[in-house]
């Protein structure tokens, strides 16, 4: 068993010789056989070289110095307890008394395990067991130390030394474990920011272009408000788009750049294969995507300026409507009461100048017309045009043809009075004209001249058949006048209110009046006719005794003619056979003259005077003789 010992002794001490620890005058027989000098010896180059000589500090500041394994653990144990209250270490004897030390590096790392406000200086004995059961309880550190060997005037300093190695190592490993875990954490980190970026560009890749696409629809749709308000609003929605919207997204689909960018350059920087987006959300997808989105966007507001103007078009012809449609209501509402005035006068030459006053007016109202179908043909444009008030449009329209149609009723209605009045004012002018006729033919039937002879009756006769013939041409004058006359005095039909051109009393009153008139007139005819059928007889009685003496004159007249002819022929006779010679005998003063004329008391101035009695001379004597006072006065003695 002893040559195991010296062997496995020996083998310590071979690898302290490697590891060149300097043992002087030690073999392993001096550690068997139990040499307590060298055997603490040995154990306490042990600690020195494996647990403080690795101990290590950098005195920062500039012009540090490397420091030993001893004075590195007492630089290291000032560095952390810094700071603390009534903490002051300069040795590692009795600066660690009070115990006070001990807890301040425990403090220092794991503030969480010692209240250190609630230690006390004068208390050493707590505050030593505090900090051994704490490092033993917490940390794993095994109690080299008991509190009555630390509390003494001189601590022994190599068991001082051993026991904060422990806490150097034990903290040091623990600040080791944590760089690595920072380490690693740090590379898991940038995987994970890696990861999350790609994440974050996939996601923000899909939400930028879903938003794009999203637009594009919105602004590809062309179903604008009806209204310039309407169209107002989404322009000014457009440009709130442009504005606030849009910009956003645009810094959005920069950072992704930048995003993308940093990522690839993060994975470079980190010897990882760098990341390439999936087909449709590459860099160049959403710039493509952009430009389908400013093409829309310039599409939009074209369109949306088109129907902008097209609206502001509409209002201004809306507007034009309206006024237009206000002028064409009011004219035609004058017009209306202009037109339902029946102040035609109550003679002809009025209601003849009111007729040429109602065809000035027709005139302008059919000359008006133009100006009406103007304001339906710019509801016509309206209503093509999609007008968003057309039904107010389409109402007004409506009231400016209602009003036209009343107005052209109202003038039919105002030229058929018219006309009435007109023939009514013609019908008493007729009767004026016929009365005046009945004046006229009264007075010539009230003239006392009947005739001086019956050539002269006979002309009155047919004078007065005349008369008769005007007045029957004057009855049916009168019966046509009472007829039109009677069609002002009867009433319309059932429901209806027929128009009275006067007071039908006037026309009563005048058609009595004519009709009285004429039946006057008819008796003055008859009484004219039966004194002029009296005085007929009379001069008919006359001249037939007047024919009578001129005939019985004219038989004593061809006697004698016939008697001297006789005579002359034998006078003649007897002066052809020279039995006779003499001359005529002389006519007597007084005695009938010799016809000039006659181509017979003419014919030769040998002849001897000759007595006309051819049949023309003849008769012309008998009319002169009819004429003659004699004649006249031979009358009046026959009518004695």
């Not at 003038?411 to 009514?424: G, I, M």
């Amino acid at each position: 068993m002893r040559i195991h010992c010296l062997e496995n002794v020996d083998k310590a001490l071979s690898f302290l010789y490697e590891q060149r620890v300097h043992l002087e005058n030690m073999g392993a027989h001096d550690i068997v056989d139990g040499s307590p000098r060298l055997t603490l010896g040995l154990i306490w180059t042990i600690i020195l070289r494996f647990q403080i000589q690795e101990i290590v500090v950098e005195e920062p500041g500039p012009g540090a110095a490397t420091r030993s394994a001893k004075d590195a653990l007492l630089l290291w144990c000032q560095m952390k307890t810094a700071g603390y209250h009534n903490v002051n270490i300069r040795n590692f004897t009795t600066s660690w008394r009070d115990g006070l030390a001990f807890n301040a590096i425990i403090h220092k790392h794991r503030p969480d395990l010692i209240q250190y406000d609630r230690l006390s200086k004068s208390n050493a004995m707590h505050n030593l067991n505090n900090a051994f059961d704490v490092a033993d309880r917490e940390f794993g550190l095994v109690k080299l130390l008991d509190p009555e060997d630390v509390n003494v005037e001189t601590p022994d300093e190599k068991s001082i030394i051993t026991y904060v190695v422990t806490y150097y190592h034990y903290f040091s490993k623990l600040k080791q474990e944590t760089v690595q875990g920072k380490r690693i954490a740090k590379v898991v980190g940038i995987d994970m920011e890696c990861d999350r970026m790609i994440e974050d560009y996939e996601g923000f890749t899909s939400d930028l272009l879903k938003w794009i696409e999203n637009v594009i629809e919105t602004l590809s749709d062309r179903k604008f408000a009806n209204s310039l308000k309407g169209v107002q609003e989404q322009l000014a929605q457009f440009n709130s788009y442009r504005n606030v919207e849009k910009p956003p997204k645009f810094m959005e689909k920069g950072n992704l750049e930048v995003l993308l960018f940093t990522l690839q350059s993060k994975m470079r920087a980190n010897n990882k294969a760098p990341y390439f987006p999936k087909e449709g959300k590459t860099i160049s997808d959403i710039n493509k995507a952009w430009e389908r989105l400013e093409k829309a966007e310039h599409e939009r507001e074209l369109a949306l300026r088109e129907e902008l103007i097209r609206q502001e078009k509409l209002e201004q012809l809306a507007a034009r409507f309206n006024r237009k449609a206000g002028m064409r209501e009011t004219w035609l509402s004058e017009n209306q009461r202009l037109v339902s005035q029946d102040n035609f006068g109550f003679d002809l030459p009025a209601v003849e100048a009111a007729a040429k006053k109602h065809e000035a007016i027709e005139t302008d109202i059919f000359a008006y017309e133009e100006r009406v179908q103007a304001v339906i043909a710019v509801a016509s444009e309206l209503e093509a045009e999609n007008y968003h008030d057309i039904e107010r449009i389409n109402a007004r329209k409506d009231n400016v043809l209602r009003l036209w149609n009343f107005l052209l009723e109202l003038l039919k209605a105002r030229r058929s009075r018219l006309e009435q009045s007109l023939q009514l004012q013609h019908n008493f002018q007729e009767m004026v004209y016929i009365l005046d006729s009945m004046e006229e033919l009264k007075m010539r039937l009230l003239s006392d001249d009947y005739g001086k002879h019956l050539v002269g009756v006979e002309d009155l006769l047919q004078k007065h058949s005349l008369v008769e013939a005007d007045i029957n041409v004057l009855g049916e004058r009168v019966k046509q006048v009472v007829q039109h006359s009677q069609r002002f005095l009867e009433d319309g039909e059932e429901g209806t209110e027929s128009y009275k051109p006067c007071d039908p009393s006037i026309i009563v009153e005048r058609v009595q009046t004519l009709e009285d008139a004429y039946a006057e007139l008819v008796s003055q005819v008859k009484i004219y006719k039966s004194t002029h059928s009296n005085i007929v007889f009379q001069k008919a009685t006359e001249s037939t005794l007047c024919i009578v003496f001129v005939l019985m004159n004219a038989c004593i007249v061809s006697f004698r003619c016939a008697l001297l002819s006789n005579v002359a022929h034998a006078w003649k006779s007897l002066a052809s056979c020279g039995s006779f010679t003499g001359t005529w005998p002389r006519r007597r003063t007084g005695s009938r003259r010799w016809n000039r004329s006659c181509p017979k008391a003419t014919s030769g101035t040998t002849s001897p005077p000759y007595i006309c009695c051819c049949p023309s001379t003849r008769a012309l004597r008998q009319r002169s003789r009819a004429t003659s006072p004699r004649c006249s006065s031979t009358s009046t003695t026959a009518r004695g």
